[in-house]
Structure formats: structure tokens, C-alpha cells
């Protein structure tokens, strides 16, 4: 388990700016599989960003050290974002009432931000083999897989670099609780 510092508003109204969540770095190394709706911390290194930049020794050793007991955030390039497809999946936005499909089905997002349409944004991928294709829960507050519809693997982030899983908030005391997985 590690913890992490939720820095922005993007997981909405699952994950709040400051939450302390524990990850379950364990959750996909002996057999488990990334699922659709499992809420995952990332490096977006090569997907969301290009490279991280250097922080200097001392600038490094701040941040490690406050990110191992979830003061601060890990790494400018760690996300938490939860999984819409896996490889293979076709996703889409959006069908005739507004919804995500994944593999020709309506997605049912309960999780969404109050008030939020599932995407603004229109899009049609085949998410390749090894990758995910990630969303926010608060859709009009998160630069997630849309946002880099036209980078370096098309907004997918490669398997290899997921952190883990979200499996518990805890932190502050009032939101402690477990963080399950939506597989609708």
C-alpha cells in the first residue's frame, strides 16, 4: 500500500482535492487485470506528459519523503483517473441520449460529478492492446485520455504503467471509507 495526496478535482465527487488514498500497488502484479471502472493511479509519463522534469536531488528527497506518507503528491506525473476501456474495447462518444458506449453498450456512470454530461468531447478509439483508455469523474474538471486524443498513443496510457489500484480513503477522518470498483 502507498499513500497519495488527491490533488485536483477531476475524481469528483468520489475523490475530493486533499483526500489521503491508500493504493494497492500489489492489485495487478500476481494475476489481476486492470478492469473497466477500477479507480487507478498512473504515471503518464510518454501519455499525458512528454517527460518529467528533473526536480534536483534535494527537490526529490522533499517530495519522496512527503508523498510516502501522502503529504504530497508522489510525482508531477501521477494520475488518478478511473478506467472506462481496456485493450480491445471500442469506446465512443457518444450514443443518442448522450451516454459512453464501450463495445456498443451504454455505460452506466452513477459515479459522475453532479450536473455533468458523460463528455463534451466526441470520440471514436479503439483502445490497442496493453493500454487503457481513462476518464475523470468530474468530466468538465479533468484532463484525462480525451485531452490527449491526439498525442502519443491516441490518450491511452500503456498497462506497464499503472501504480494501483484505489482501495480506501483515509484521510480526513469524516470521508474514511472504502473505495470500490464499478464495474456497471
Not at 488527491?6 to 500497488?25: A, C, F, H, W
Not at 443518442?96 to 460529478?113: D, M
Amino acid at each position: 500500500m502507498q499513500p497519495f495526496l488527491i490533488p485536483s478535482g477531476s475524481m469528483e465527487g468520489t475523490l475530493q482535492v486533499g483526500d489521503r488514498v491508500m493504493v494497492n500497488k500489489l492489485a495487478y502484479r500476481f494475476g489481476g487485470e486492470v478492469q473497466r471502472g477500477d479507480v487507478i493511479v498512473f504515471d503518464g509519463t510518454g501519455s499525458f506528459v512528454a517527460e518529467e522534469s528533473d526536480p534536483g536531488l534535494l527537490g526529490g528527497l522533499l517530495r519522496g519523503a512527503g508523498a510516502a506518507i501522502g503529504l504530497s503528491r508522489g510525482s508531477e506525473t501521477d494520475y488518478v483517473k478511473r478506467v472506462i476501456g481496456i485493450g480491445g474495447d471500442r469506446v465512443r462518444c457518444c450514443d443518442s441520449q448522450g451516454r459512453i458506449e464501450v463495445n456498443g453498450e451504454p455505460l452506466n456512470e452513477p459515479y459522475l460529478y453532479p450536473g455533468d454530461k458523460p463528455s463534451h468531447v466526441r470520440f471514436d478509439i479503439q483502445v490497442p492492446e496493453g493500454r487503457l483508455w481513462v476518464m475523470g469523474d468530474h468530466r468538465s474538471d479533468s484532463a484525462d485520455s480525451r485531452e490527449y486524443l491526439g498525442s502519443p498513443g491516441g490518450g491511452t496510457v500503456p498497462v506497464d504503467k499503472v501504480i494501483g489500484r484505489v482501495v480506501l480513503i483515509g484521510w480526513p477522518v469524516d470521508r474514511w471509507g472504502w473505495l470500490r470498483s464499478d464495474h456497471g
